[in-house]
């Protein structure tokens, strides 16, 4: 099986303090694959180097046979690469419709066009429908984004990105903060828009992680600790030690049953 | 016909009658500063980067328009093209070295630039150094209209104003527009989306380079002078308080705030002299305090509340 991102000897240092060291994380095309760890692991951080937000110390970053380690982050996304954030991120003043719109603005719209109307947009608004009818949003097209729930906010997220037609996606706890409903509905609709790409994810939620991922690493104080497939993971006695004695709520590994 | 074209058609007819009740170089003054400072909100009130050096583009127009029309013969309306061109340069030139930093960063390479512009100018002998660049004439209109009448150099001011406001009304509503909206609500994400954000900010600082010289050329041909205060750092900071008080990110928020001050000032100047800026300052302070969207901004909130208990009783 061929890898699509795959990173060698990945460091970050903050002023002496490493944050990540020394990952080497190979992410498999077509799965869903999660990176997992307790609080302050270095889960972000990693995030922030794959997409480039923040500039690795060391280490290099291959992105479909392509170094992308002096990559600009705007030109990732533009390669097929596109994250989400960790804090919901939405363009909050902007309508549903709009937001998903931006997205598809960048790829098949003017953006620099300061002398056109508005109005020439509205070509885009029939594929952002069907994006919104997608994570099933279509209702609250015309609700600014700010006035929406959390996890409603998440789907307008994860609209936005697949406006992007990404082949690789970065989810950074995409299930965080939410209820149960809202937590199985964006399970599923994570599930359902992996047909086709691969997906990278940072799951605190076990019961998500057995549920759809294909293959888990496990981020421990900057550096991989383990990688397999749940059963795997979860049956690792170092794993089971890095969680114990974490006061992460969601953290406790095992506790989402048989893969 | 909805309440925003009517407001629009009001506007233009008190543009039209103001002449008969207020002294058109008066009218001309405020219109100027209400150009620069609605130039100047596209920058802060709609792509969220302050810059505080903005008078560079206001005064390098006025002395661009006024060298071509007082020593090259130009005809006013080139000395008006002119000078946006030339703010527009400057601003595109000050824009790509400034945008390397954010916030107050930011701010104070805009600072410095326009200090630096500032400082060229008082040594070069083109710009009349402290004395200004006097007899700039005003000259005829495409050939046709004397502007050295002032009524009709009024009506020039207030043609421009209005193409102008109808120009930010366009560019933020444009497509251009709208990517600088989702840059300035949420910038991390327009650059997850591969928007080469950087690239958006340059251009709408160029944008209003340009329009801040359109006003700059307007005052100096109106004028018929250029000095050096239409490049100090405090017109920088004046702008930014007409755009405050007056309430960012509206339309009429920079001009009602420009006609503010400059009132104020031409109010208070030979009364209160140097207690002047003091004045104005205690005024911002204030506004700032109580109206935290500015004049324009806490009108329409109240009026949305009236409208809103009408509705409710009706
Ligand atoms: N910009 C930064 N400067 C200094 N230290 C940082 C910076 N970003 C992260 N860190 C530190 O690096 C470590 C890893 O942080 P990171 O946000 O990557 O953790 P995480 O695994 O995502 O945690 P969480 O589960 O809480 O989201 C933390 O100790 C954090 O304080
Ligand atoms: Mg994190």
Redesign the pocket.
């Known amino acids: 099986m061929t890898h699509v991102l795959e990173t060698a000897g990945l460091c970050k240092e ?2 002496g ?1 490493r ?1 990540v060291s020394d990952v080497s994380l190979k992410v498999r095309e077509g799965d869903i694959h999660a990176l997992i ?10 995030f922030n180097l794959l997409t480039k937000f923040l500039q690795p110390t060391s280490g290099t970053i291959v992105l479909e046979g392509r170094d992308i380690t002096g990559e600009k982050p705007a030109a990732l996304a533009r390669q097929g690469m596109v994250r989400s954030f ?1 804090i919901s991120a939405t363009f909050p003043d902007l309508t549903v419709l709009e937001n998903v719109r931006v997205a598809l603005q960048r790829r098949s719209a003017p953006t620099y066009a300061f002398w056109l109307p508005g109005r020439v947009l509205d070509r885009l608004n029939a594929r952002a429908m069907e994006l919104l009818e997608l994570v099933d949003m279509q209702d609250f097209a015309q609700t600014r984004a700010a006035d929406l729930s959390y996890g409603r906010k998440r789907s307008v997220e994860i609209a936005t990105t697949l406006a992007m037609e990404p082949r690789v996606m970065l989810l950074d ?1 995409p299930t965080q903060g939410m209820g149960h409903e809202d937590v199985e509905r964006v399970t599923r609709l994570i599930k359902r828009v992996s047909a086709g790409r691969t997906i990278l994810m ?1 799951e ?1 939620n076990m019961k998500v992680v057995s549920g759809i991922c294909d293959r888990i690493s496990v ?1 421990q104080r900057g550096s991989i600790l383990a990688e397999g497939s749940y059963a795997e993971v979860s049956a690792d006695p170092r794993v089971l030690e890095a969680y114990m004695g974490s006061d992460d709520a969601d953290g406790d590994i095992g506790a989402g049953g048989e893969p | 016909m909805n309440s925003r074209t009517l407001l629009t058609l009001a506007g233009i007819a008190a543009l039209a009658l103001a002449p008969a009740f207020v002294y058109p170089m008066l009218m001309v003054k405020l219109l100027c500063f209400a150009i620069f400072a609605s130039a100047f909100n596209l920058m802060l009130g709609y792509t969220g980067l302050l810059s505080f050096g903005h008078a560079m583009f206001f005064g390098t127009a006025g002395y661009i328009l006024g060298l071509g029309m007082k020593h090259l013969g130009w005809s006013p309306e080139i000395g008006l093209i002119a000078g946006m061109a030339g703010a527009g340069l400057l601003g595109f030139i000050a824009g790509a070295i400034a945008i390397r930093r954010e916030g107050i960063y930011f701010a104070m390479i805009t600072l410095a630039i326009s200090q630096l512009i500032y400082f060229l100018a008082m040594q070069t002998d083109w710009t009349g150094r402290d004395d200004g660049l006097h007899g700039i004439p005003r000259g005829r209109l495409f050939g046709l209209i004397d502007l050295e009448n002032d009524l009709a150099l009024y009506g020039l001011v207030a043609v421009c104003f209005v193409l102008a406001l109808a120009a930010i009304h366009r560019i933020v509503t444009s497509p251009f527009g709208q990517v600088l909206t989702a840059i300035r609500e949420n910038e991390p994400r327009a650059l997850s989306l591969g928007y080469d954000v950087a690239r958006y900010k340059v251009l709408a600082f160029t944008l209003s380079a340009a329009l801040s010289g359109l006003a700059g050329g307007l005052k100096a041909l109106a004028l018929s002078y250029e000095s050096l205060n239409d490049l100090h750092w405090s017109l920088s900071g004046e702008v930014v308080m007409m755009c405050i008080l007056g309430g960012l990110g509206t339309l009429s928020g920079p001009v009602a705030g420009a006609f503010f001050v400059i009132l104020l000032q031409n109010f208070l100047a030979d009364k209160v002299g140097e207690w002047l800026s003091v004045i104005i300052g205690l005024v911002f302070l204030f506004c700032i305090l109580a109206m935290r969207k500015g004049f324009v901004g806490e009108l329409s909130q109240r009026l949305a509340g009236l409208r809103g208990k009408a509705r409710a009783a009706s």
């Open positions: 903050f002023g303090f944050a760890g307790p609080n302050g692991a270095g889960k972000t951080t990693v960790q706890e940072v605190h981020l």
